[in-house]
């Protein structure tokens, strides 16, 4: 019996691959994506405790030196222009990331469009090797009767 054979088997091949590739960099993108958040967020839970440590500085009863409130304002500033830069990044960093997503998902469409062309063409295959055995079998059929 004749073995079914797809003709455009290699460049299925070559989609499949530069799909896995995309998916690839995606998930770099992603994991990048993650750290940029969780760095943010440490900024964001460090300028918490910040203030929260400048007041209760503040409410304490002892003489506090203005250097030091000072010195807390600054890093205070400092804590949130951070996050300002931390927070652009990361909206610099979705954009790729939808790029990226994108280029995945035309490769998965090429992929799937390849995928089922081959599967319409072994359907194809498969009634045509069905009507040649039905064919041999009636004329089977048709001698042994004639006889």
Do not use: P, W
């Amino acid at each position: 019996m004749k073995k079914f054979k797809f003709s455009l088997q290699s460049l299925l091949d070559l989609r499949e691959k530069r799909l896995e590739e995309k998916q690839i960099e995606y998930g770099k993108l992603q994991f990048i994506m993650r750290t940029l958040q969780t760095e943010l967020m440490n900024l964001q839970n460090e300028l918490v405790t910040s203030k929260e440590n400048l007041c209760k500085l503040l409410n304490s009863n002892a003489n506090i030196d203005i250097n030091i409130i000072g010195m807390n304002r600054n890093y205070l500033l400092k804590l949130e222009e951070d996050i300002v830069n931390q927070d652009k990044k990361i909206e610099k960093h979705q954009i790729k990331l939808d790029e990226k997503q994108q280029e995945m998902l035309e490769a998965l469409k090429e992929k799937t469009m390849l995928e089922k062309l081959k599967e319409k063409q072994l359907k194809e295959f498969l009634k045509t090797i069905d009507a040649a055995e039905r064919k041999e079998l009636d004329e089977i059929g048709l001698m042994r009767y004639a006889k």
